[in-house]
């Protein structure tokens, strides 16, 4: 009996993989609705081993999508939601073509709405899970609450992406959950923990909008991310604020209620609004105390590894020190600076913020108010100043969180030359990672970076010291050969006269003679040279002897460990060098600035 030929790509890469043509056709969904679903469901296209086997052959390079993700959407409830807007929006054309306006506002009024509810809990079946993939997000909503009104993104989209954006940075405010933040050109990074997960996000800094061509930015595939995003950051600002004991929706006090204030529609009162909100505690449940029971740490005796337990002790009492970082501290921001990440930050970590309230709405206090400890301004110098509080640049704020303590506010005063602002964005567990010597300050209170002044002083101290040193050095081996030779002098005349004396003696009695006045003879001595790299070549040796002893499964692995390492040290050298060359470009500026000032100085003084 002869066995059943078995047919060309039905088992193996064949057919696991599909074509998007293919995936079209066995859904009967136009490439619109296809694109629209896969991004709702989280289908994305695949890469094949063997592409040849996947495409059955055929040439060119195709998307290829998983043939079990295709019938897994076979079953969605959505496909038939999407069926059922294609027959509204045919409807619609249709009576836009026919001018009757008044079927098509009918239309308009009963088009249907898609409700993506259980996809969020089918993608996302825990909370931390939803955590775990907040980043993007979050980075996405943010981007869309900047956005004005759109051709392809609705207004009602921008404006729930606002609410929900602010009702997330409220919970963040009220768990005091803030870590890090850090500016950049791209925007303002900021980094949060919830139970256990930590979430990193960017907001865009506040420009004017510019507008993109259709080739650049497909906004129709982002607004489509954003409708998932938005269902799935409700869900998530639902279960942080009543782990918080808030009320959800959020409910503002009666402050901030104005009818001046609902009247307002531009962009800029918009903004004003957002930021009022931060600026004002949230309503708790009822019968739910202020006071919030700080959670002690577990001991437990881990014998294993008491260093980690020492570790994880510091972080915490850092993280508890940080959460009341600006506790009973009133601060004034300027109208030049940028309010909305200043007010975030100080109100996650307990301060009190106010502005001009002629121009925004929301204040709280005025700058005449004589409690105010820091004003925060961005501009050289100042008319009117208050001798009760300090004027600081906005770098501080961002440096004392990411620093966890309030730092000297000597380089931050106004006018003057900030440092650097650092990355708290570090992988710590990364042995080798350049560390700049500013954060080497921080990080060790002893080391103390050296200023260019203090250099030129101590390389010409040191200088001096060592030039005294060698001629001392020089003046002590000239004695010592000067001795050297005179006892040696001394010497050849007690043999001569011992030989003249002792002429009968045995030639044995001469040479153990000799052998005795040799070896009290004083000589120059020769020290032993080693040579400078010989233990650095051995060790070379034996570690490439070692690295032969590596298996042959793990030396592809090895390869690419070694490669990494090779690739940091060169950044690390890279960055070095770069610092380098600034730090003498900014030393030759300092001394070029000193000779004009000697001059001028010269000058005046001959005039």
Not at 473 to 492: G, N
């Amino acid at each position: 009996m002869v066995s059943k030929k078995k047919k060309k790509y039905s088992s193996g890469e064949g057919a696991q993989f599909m074509t998007r043509k293919a995936a079209l056709k066995k859904l009967q969904l136009t490439l619109k609705d296809f694109r629209r679903i896969c991004i709702l469901k989280g289908i994305y296209p695949r890469e094949p081993r063997n592409r040849k086997r996947a495409q059955k052959g055929a040439g060119g390079i195709k998307t290829l999508y998983h043939t079990k993700d295709i019938k897994f959407l076979l079953h969605e409830p959505i496909i038939w939601k999407l069926r059922e807007l294609k027959v509204y929006q045919q409807r619609i054309r249709r009576a836009r073509a026919m001018k009757k306006y008044g079927q098509m506002k009918k239309y308009f009024r009963d088009y249907p709405d898609m409700n993506i509810d259980h996809i969020v809990k089918e993608r996302y079946p825990t909370f931390v899970d939803a955590l775990r993939d907040l980043d993007d997000c979050l980075t996405l909503c943010f981007l869309f609450s900047t956005f004005p009104s759109l051709r392809r993104v609705p207004r009602d989209q921008s404006l729930l992406c606002r609410r929900l954006t602010v009702e997330f940075m409220h919970a963040v405010i009220a768990a005091k959950a803030l870590r890090y933040v850090f500016v950049s050109v791209k925007g303002y990074y900021y980094q949060a923990e919830f139970e256990g997960q930590t979430i990193t996000w960017i907001v865009p800094h506040h420009f004017a909008f510019q507008p993109q061509s259709k080739d650049d930015v497909d906004f129709k595939i982002m607004s489509t991310f954003v409708e998932f995003y938005i269902t799935m950051l409700g869900f998530v600002n639902f279960k942080l604020y009543h782990s918080l004991n808030l009320v959800y929706p959020p409910k503002l006090t009666s402050g901030f209620s104005s009818k001046s204030d609902k009247d307002l529609i531009d962009e800029r009162a918009y903004v004003s609004e957002r930021i009022a909100a931060m600026n004002i505690p949230l309503v708790k449940l009822s019968g739910v105390g202020e006071t919030e029971e700080v959670p002690e740490i577990d001991i437990f005796n881990t014998e294993d590894d008491p260093q980690k337990l020492e570790e994880a002790k510091l972080e915490a009492e850092k993280i508890k020190k940080l959460k009341t970082l600006f506790d009973g501290i009133k601060f004034y921001i300027n109208r030049e600076v940028p309010r909305e990440p200043l007010v975030f930050l100080i109100r996650c970590f307990g301060g009190q913020v106010s502005w001009d309230r002629d121009h925004f709405v929301g204040a709280t206090f005025d700058e005449s108010d004589e409690s105010i400890a820091y004003q925060i301004v961005d501009r050289p110098s100042m008319e009117k100043q208050y001798l009760s509080r300090y004027y600081v640049q906005p770098q501080w704020v961002f440096d004392s969180v990411n620093a966890r303590t309030l730092l000297p506010i000597n380089k931050y005063l106004m006018g003057a030359v900030l440092p650097p602002h650092l990355s708290p964005f570090v992988d710590k567990t990364k042995d080798q990672v350049y560390i700049p010597p500013e954060q080497r300050a921080l990080n060790d209170p002893e080391f103390k970076p050296l200023d260019d002044d203090d250099d030129d002083g101590e390389i010409e101290e040191a200088s001096d010291e060592d030039e005294a040193d060698q001629s001392d050095k020089e003046s002590e081996i000239d004695a010592e050969e000067a001795l050297a030779k005179q006892y040696q002098e001394e010497v050849k005349q007690d043999s001569s006269s011992d030989e003249d004396e002792e002429d009968d003696t045995n030639s044995e009695k001469k040479k153990l003679s000799k052998e005795k006045k040799k070896a009290m003879a004083v000589t120059s001595g020769v020290p032993h040279k080693e040579h400078p790299y010989l233990k650095e070549i051995e060790d070379k040796q034996a570690f490439r002897l070692r690295e032969k002893l590596v298996r042959k499964k793990h030396r592809n692995l090895y390869k690419s460990m070694k490669a990494g390492q090779e690739k940091r040290k060169k950044e690390i050298w890279l960055l070095r060098k770069k610092r380098r060359l600034h730090d003498e470009k900014v030393k030759e500026e300092k001394k070029t600035e000193k000779r004009k000032q000697k001059m001028q100085a010269l000058e005046a003084a001959c005039s």
